[in-house]
């Protein structure tokens, strides 16, 4: 391990961390991101109003299938088995902005941080895919992890200071 960074050898050569003698856990995290959009877009996309179709209900399952393939997407992550994920998506008082909230579980050595910032992330990427032609302007923003339970660096929770609407 070079330096400290897990993800390196010695040589500084990346590889996949052995996990092997971790005792198996549970684990959540929750993740958030942000969609920054006109909001004339934001109404139509929670309105259900987008000729693309239900942006929210694709922008879920998508979120889910991004989770389950993140060992794929991201090099040097696991493959875990989840046990649960789950999209929630609700639109600010603002009304330029919704945000996703996923929640990733496991039972395993490893992981899961992972798994709910990817799963915020596509679902943002949906969204926008889907309302695109009605406001190229929207932004995905404040991709986050907001708390971790189990493993060994155990609880994190990121303070209200630090969260952004």
């Not at 942006?55 to 389950?68: C, P, W």
Request: include cysteine.
């Amino acid at each position: 391990m070079k330096d400290g960074l897990t993800h390196l050898d010695d040589n500084g050569h990346a590889r996949m961390v052995d996990v092997g003698d971790k005792p198996v856990t549970r684990r959540k995290a929750v993740a958030t991101a942000a969609i920054e959009g006109q909001p004339q877009t934001i109404s139509a996309i929670t309105g259900g109003q987008l000729k693309k179709g239900d942006a929210l209900a694709v922008a879920r399952v998508a979120g889910i299938m991004a989770a389950k393939k993140t060992a794929e997407l991201i090099p040097l992550c696991h493959p875990i088995p989840l046990t649960r994920v789950e999209i929630e998506i609700v639109p600010e008082k603002d009304g330029r902005t919704l945000t996703i909230t996923a929640t990733a579980e496991t039972t395993d050595r490893t992981g899961i941080e992972m798994e709910a910032m990817t799963a915020v992330t596509v679902a943002a990427l949906i969204i926008y895919d889907m309302a695109k032609a009605i406001d190229r302007e929207m932004s995905i923003v404040r991709v986050q992890l907001e708390e971790k339970s189990g493993g060994k660096s155990g609880e994190f929770r990121r303070s209200s200071t630090q969260r952004q609407p």
